[in-house]
């Protein structure tokens, strides 16, 4: 299977409108949903209007800032939550060089999803919010960055750390590496209130 198709431009079908939407859904100005995610302002402006492309960590930050998945950022068909997740109906998706499969259902209070990290793809975006993540290498070498230290991750080898901590992650090896990924998403009461309660949106 192929991943999604994208515009003459490069672009993922309909995100650019759909991070507006969805910031508005949340209750957020473009300020606020910038601070939360630990981007500028103007990066996030440039990302709602399809002057930027984003990256799989920035779409996996947002998903969380407005309570939502990946799927639903990139403007997927959400269908009633179901147990099993076959293999072959996982669409292979892309987002900042990086290819990831849902390897979950959509609705829960984690989200889970099987990720390729190509070697050279790390992005310099460093990661911190309310929250947990756990990681699983599968293949490959993983280098994670957790606040000021740096550990490097083999085949079988796994992480579950609180998202607070500052954090990055990037393939440690030519080959890339695969992950299985879960993380929980900020859609209860007690998150909204832990991330500072809605504010009006432009």
Same mark, same amino acid.
Request: aromatic share 4%; net charge neutral; with cysteine.
């Given at each position: 299977?192929?991943?999604? /198709?994208?515009?003459?431009?490069?672009?993922? /079908?309909?995100?650019?409108?759909?991070?507006?939407?969805?910031?508005?859904? @949340?209750?957020?100005? !473009?300020?606020?949903?910038?601070?939360?995610?630990?981007?500028?302002? +103007?990066?996030?402006?440039?990302?709602?209007?399809? $002057?930027?492309?984003?990256? *799989?960590? #920035? *779409?996996?930050?947002?998903?969380?800032?407005? =309570?939502?998945?990946?799927?639903?950022?990139?403007?997927?068909?959400?269908?009633?939550?179901?147990? #099993? #997740?076959?293999? +072959?109906?996982?669409?292979?998706?892309? %987002?900042?060089?990086?290819?990831?499969?849902?390897?979950?259902?959509?609705?829960?209070?984690?989200?889970? !999803?099987?990720?390729?990290?190509?070697h050279g793809r790390q992005g310099d975006l460093v990661r911190t919010h309310p929250g947990e993540e756990w990681l699983y290498v599968r293949a490959g070498r993983l280098?994670?960055?957790?606040?000021?230290?740096?550990?490097?991750?083999?085949?079988?080898?796994? @992480?579950?750390?609180?998202?607070?901590?500052?954090?990055?992650?990037?393939? %440690? +090896?030519?080959?890339?590496?695969?992950?299985?990924?879960? &993380?929980? !998403?900020? $859609?209860?009461?007690?998150? %909204?209130?832990?991330? =500072?309660?809605?504010?009006?949106? &432009?």
């Amino acid at each position: 299977m192929s991943p999604l /198709p994208r515009g003459a431009g490069g672009e993922l /079908p309909a995100v650019a409108p759909r991070l507006r939407e969805l910031r508005r859904r @949340a209750g957020l100005t !473009l300020e606020a949903a910038a601070a939360r995610a630990a981007l500028s302002p +103007a990066h996030l402006s440039r990302l709602e209007t399809g $002057q930027r492309h984003p990256s *799989l960590p #920035v *779409l996996l930050t947002l998903a969380r800032v407005y =309570g939502t998945t990946v799927s639903e950022l990139l403007g997927e068909t959400v269908t009633a939550p179901d147990a #099993v #997740v076959r293999a +072959a109906a996982a669409r292979p998706q892309e %987002a900042g060089g990086w290819t990831y499969w849902p390897a979950g259902s959509p609705g829960r209070a984690m989200q889970a !999803l099987r990720v390729h990290v190509p070697h050279g793809r790390q992005g310099d975006l460093v990661r911190t919010h309310p929250g947990e993540e756990w990681l699983y290498v599968r293949a490959g070498r993983l280098r994670l960055f957790l606040g000021e230290t740096e550990q490097v991750l083999d085949e079988g080898d796994s @992480a579950h750390f609180d998202s607070l901590t500052p954090h990055r992650i990037g393939a %440690a +090896a030519p080959a890339g590496v695969d992950l299985l990924f879960v &993380h929980t !998403l900020m $859609q209860s009461a007690p998150a %909204a209130l832990c991330l =500072g309660g809605p504010s009006a949106a &432009h």
